[in-house]
């Protein structure tokens, strides 16, 4: 709710600076009055939509999808070497492979066993054993719990996907978690 009151905000204030709340202006106010129609159209269609939830705390739209499966890591025999995007590969970053997300998207992977979160960047394709869904690197592998085990049951979660309540839950840790994936 803070965040659709912060959107709302922003987005009246960005009018405001741009003189689209002055009706008097010199243009049409017609054409100023079909701006504002559509502008509010546009945000109620963004608070008109539907929403599941996947886990405490975690909302998704409902036409998105969310893959729930094993994840495993890799990272020393692989560092060093270039990945399907031709970046290099940094066991240190937070970065992952994917058979079916497009390279560059971002996920939240949420480790099902004990609730830890981790943002990483798919840049590789892979893996390649069967019944696996995600790779993650050496360090988001880490930051999951999911070291010594090697795999973990977990959900991939698009970014994109998510709601504005949960993206504000997880603000922080996303923006620091991005921030290590270069």
């Known amino acids: 709710m803070r965040f659709t009151a912060l959107l709302l905000f922003i987005l009246c204030s ?71 995007n031709g970046e290099i590969y940094d066991l240190f970053k937070f970065t992952a492979a994917s058979r079916t997300l497009p390279l560059g998207t971002y996920v939240l992977v949420r480790n099902e066993e004990n609730g830890k979160v981790v943002t990483v960047r798919v840049n ?8 696996r869904i995600i790779d993650l690197s050496q360090a988001a592998a880490y930051k ?8 973990a049951m ?6 994109r996907c998510l709601s504005s309540e949960s993206l504000t839950k997880y603000y922080d840790s996303i923006i620091l978690d991005i921030a290590n994936t270069y």
């Open 154 to 159: 977990v959900q991939v979660i698009p970014l």
């Open 14 to 84: 960005a009018m405001a600076s741009e003189g689209l709340s002055d009706l008097s202006l010199k243009k049409s106010k017609r054409s100023t009055l079909v701006e504002v129609k559509e502008f509010r159209e546009t945000v109620s269609e963004l608070l008109r939509e539907e929403y599941r939830e996947i886990a405490p705390g975690i909302k998704v739209k409902k036409e998105c999808k969310v893959e729930k499966g094993i994840a495993s890591w890799y990272g020393g025999r692989f560092h060093g070497r270039k990945t399907a």
């Open 144 to 151: 999951l719990g999911m070291m010594l085990d090697g795999v």
């Open 124 to 131: 590789d394709r892979g893996p390649y054993v069967d019944g």
